[in-house]
């Protein structure tokens, strides 16, 4: 059964929205670290933000100020409002887990779960 389960994505224009789910019921101890990362066709993967257990959050610059992250823990689900999205927002989405409820190093620090992905496509 995978840990993590991503689910919203789609196409959308630029200016639209959408919303990103990270399922991590799945984990015994599903009081982590969540991070979003996405990764467009010939580009390196990168983060986009991460959120602790504790909802401390922290933004890579290319979003700040148009994507937000949140949890719900009734449902340990770990949600992405993005909003004003752009071409360049275009890719693949990950969400990933840390063994703690910290977020270790941030963006660049050591996920070890992986869900599958979901595309976002945003057109022009």
């Known amino acids: 059964r995978a840990q993590l389960v991503e689910s919203g994505g789609g196409s959308v224009q630029a200016g639209g929205s959408l919303r990103l789910s990270c399922a991590t019921s799945?984990?015994?101890?599903?009081?982590?670290?969540v991070g979003w990362f996405r990764q467009a066709p010939g580009k390196e993967r990168e983060g986009v933000a991460s959120?602790?257990?504790?909802?401390?959050?922290l933004y890579a610059d290319s979003v700040q100020d148009r994507f937000t992250i949140s949890r719900d823990s009734a449902t340990d689900t770990v949600y992405l409002q993005m909003n004003d999205l752009r071409p360049e927002d275009d890719g693949t989405y990950f969400c990933a887990a840390q063994d703690g409820a910290m977020c270790v190093g941030g963006l660049d620090g050591r996920f070890d779960f992986w869900g599958q992905g979901t595309q976002v496509t945003v057109s022009s």
């Open positions: 799945a984990f015994r101890n599903p009081r982590r670290c």
């Open positions: 959120i602790t257990y504790y909802r401390v959050v």
